[in-house]
């Protein structure tokens, strides 16, 4: 549990020790959640910071303060329409204008108001397959798509994989860049009490159902 998260987190001392010289060390942005709350922890030049997380969400810099406090900026977007407050005649013109001003750029503080935004008003069904589906789709809303953000010498930046797992059920379920179907690895199907580790190799290759 979360709780039990921050206490140990509470004794923690991280270095900057490299692993080895080939992994030097990262600047990471860590989310712990439960099912009930969720907390964002992150090495800062002053000490390991841990703060409440009450949306749910983490995106790499700036740190996770000033993702909060710019989200102040957005607090009036709505997935209603808005309300016209001028005292002239002024009509919608299209749907989803309640979200006007919502970021559409591909930096780390769009990614986070706009997951955010998704997040905390995307509804979803009661089963499992609908719950799996609504999460993809709103990590859709972040995704990185090649070609859109160099990085220099014909790299860019893309949405490797995304994945989420059901911690009850333990399934662990991903899809990849190149193939948009969602893959599920079941953990009780492995001897958990084994000592050899177990390695799936990801579908990555495309797979598209034919329905003729």
Same mark, same amino acid.
């Given at each position: 549990?979360?709780?039990?998260?921050?206490?140990?987190?509470?004794?923690?001392?991280?270095?900057?020790?490299? #692993?080895?010289?080939?992994?030097?060390?990262a600047q990471l942005h860590w989310i712990i959640a439960d099912r009930d709350e969720a907390i964002t922890v992150e090495s800062m030049r002053g000490g390991l910071k841990i703060f409440d997380n009450p949306v749910g969400v983490l995106t790499n810099n700036p740190p996770f303060d000033q993702q909060m406090l710019a989200l102040s900026n957005y607090m009036s977007?709505?997935?209603?329409?808005?309300?016209?407050?001028?005292?002239?005649?002024?009509?919608?013109?299209?749907?989803?204008?309640?979200?006007? &001003?919502?970021?559409?750029?591909?930096?780390?503080?769009?990614?986070?108001?706009?997951?955010?935004?998704?997040?905390?008003?995307?509804?979803?069904?009661?089963?499992?397959?609908?719950?799996?589906?609504?999460?993809?789709?709103?990590? &859709?809303?972040?995704?990185?798509?090649?070609?859109?953000?160099?990085?220099?010498?014909?790299?860019?930046?893309?949405?490797?994989?995304?994945?989420?797992?059901?911690?009850?059920?333990?399934?662990?379920?991903?899809?990849?860049?190149?193939?948009?179907?969602?893959?599920?690895?079941?953990?009780?199907?492995?001897?958990?009490? &084994?000592?050899?580790?177990?390695? #799936?190799?990801?579908?990555?290759?495309?797979?598209?159902?034919?329905?003729?």
């Open positions: 549990p979360v709780r039990e998260a921050r206490e140990l987190l509470s004794r923690i001392n991280l270095t900057d020790e490299a #692993y080895s010289s080939q992994l030097p060390p977007l709505s997935p209603k329409q808005p309300e016209n407050r001028w005292g002239i005649p002024l009509e919608t013109y299209s749907r989803g204008m309640g979200a006007m &001003g919502l970021p559409g750029d591909l930096s780390s503080q769009s990614r986070f108001v706009r997951a955010a935004f998704v997040k905390l008003n995307s509804l979803s069904g009661d089963s499992e397959e609908e719950s799996v589906s609504q999460f993809f789709h709103i990590l &859709g809303s972040v995704e990185q798509q090649r070609g859109c953000c160099k990085l220099g010498e014909g790299r860019y930046e893309i949405t490797l994989y995304t994945s989420c797992c059901n911690t009850a059920r333990g399934i662990y379920y991903y899809s990849t860049y190149d193939n948009r179907q969602i893959t599920g690895v079941d953990m009780h199907r492995e001897n958990l009490d &084994g000592t050899e580790l177990v390695i #799936y190799d990801p579908v990555v290759r495309q797979q598209i159902l034919m329905q003729n």
